[in-house]
C-alpha cells in the first residue's frame, strides 16, 4: 500500500524550544527553522518548524496546539494516491471495533478557505502519543501550485520546496524514530501498521517496524514522559565532522557520518 512517514511533533519545555529556536547552527546549517502560526476553519496552533528536504520536525510549547502538554508527541503518514485512506478506513474497521476519527482539514488562507487534507486516526489528538494519516487534498495542492509525481503520486519534496525550504542545508529526511509507549498507544500504533504494511520483528522488549526505508522502533513503559525519544535525520550525502549540541534540560543533537540523531526528554537517561 501506497503509505509513507511524513513528519513527527515533539512538545518540548519552553526553555528547551527556545534554545533550538535560538541557535545558530539550526536556523544556518542544518535546515530551514520558522515559527508559524497555523489556522484551520475550526482550530489553530503555533509550533516551530525545522524543514529538511523530503520531511519535518514540529515542536511545540505547552499549548501550542490545544491541550498539549510536555512530552506529548505524534507520528503523521500520508497517502501517496487518492482514495488510500478509504481502503485504510475499511480494513481499521474490519479488524477493530471501536470508532476511528476521521475528517477534512480545511486550510484558512490569506485570501479564502482551502480544503487541505483528509485524516484518518484511532483517537483523538489530545492524547499523549497519536499517531494518523493524511490525504491531501487536490483543490490544496492546486492552489499552491504542488505538482504530483510522474506516477501520480504525493510529492513530500515538492510540498516543502513550497515552502521556501532551503537546498543548501544538511537535513534530508527522517530514517527512524525510536519511542517509548505504554502498551495501549503500542497496541494501537501496531494495528496502524499493519495495515500500512509495515513488516514487524521483536527481540528482547523492543519491537521493530519497517517500511520502505523508515523504520519505527518501539519499547513499551508504564508511564513514559516523552513518547518520542530519537529521531535519526539523514543529511546530504557527504561525511560530516562529529559534533554534539545541547538544547535546554530535554533536546541534544548529534552529528556526524551521514546523521543527525535527536534525542528528546531527560538527557540523563
Not at 543529511?235 to 546523521?259: C, I, P, S, W, Y
Amino acid at each position: 500500500m501506497g503509505i509513507e512517514f511524513n513528519h513527527l511533533y515533539v512538545t518540548l519545555d519552553t526553555e528547551t524550544l527556545e534554545s533550538i529556536a535560538k541557535s545558530e547552527f539550526i536556523s544556518q546549517e542544518f535546515c530551514t527553522i520558522s515559527r508559524d502560526t497555523v489556522e484551520t476553519d475550526k482550530e489553530s496552533w503555533a509550533g516551530t518548524y525545522l524543514r529538511g528536504k523530503h520531511s519535518y520536525l514540529e515542536l511545540f510549547a505547552p499549548g501550542g496546539a490545544e491541550g498539549f502538554r510536555e512530552g506529548f508527541s505524534g507520528i503523521g503518514f500520508n497517502s501517496k494516491q487518492a482514495g488510500q485512506i478509504d481502503i485504510v478506513d475499511e480494513k481499521l474497521k474490519s479488524l477493530v471495533a471501536q470508532k476511528t476519527f476521521s475528517g477534512l482539514q480545511v486550510r484558512q488562507t490569506e485570501d479564502r478557505k482551502v480544503p487541505w487534507f483528509h485524516y484518518l486516526a484511532l483517537k483523538s489528538e489530545t492524547e499523549p502519543f497519536n499517531a494518523w494519516l493524511m490525504e491531501f487534498h487536490q483543490d490544496y495542492l492546486d492552489y499552491k501550485n504542488i505538482k504530483l509525481t510522474s506516477a501520480g503520486c504525493f510529492d513530500r519534496a515538492a510540498y516543502l520546496k513550497n515552502l521556501a525550504t532551503s537546498e543548501t542545508s544538511l537535513f534530508d529526511d527522517i530514517s527512524e524514530v525510536h519511542l517509548e509507549l505504554t502498551l495501549a498507544e503500542h497496541e494501537e500504533l501496531a494495528l496502524l501498521l499493519q495495515v500500512f504494511g509495515y513488516d514487524s520483528s521483536c527481540v528482547g522488549d523492543i519491537t521493530t517496524y519497517r517500511s520502505d526505508g523508515f523504520t519505527l522502533q518501539v519499547s513499551q513503559k508504564v508511564a513514559p514522559s516523552y513518547r518520542i525519544r530519537k529521531v535519526f535525520c539523514t543529511m546530504k550525502a557527504q561525511a560530516h565532522q562529529e559534533r554534539k549540541f545541547t538544547f535546554g534540560d530535554n533536546a541534544q543533537l548529534n552529528v556526524g557520518g551521514e546523521l543527525a540523531i535527536w534525542q528528546f526528554g531527560s538527557l540523563k537517561q
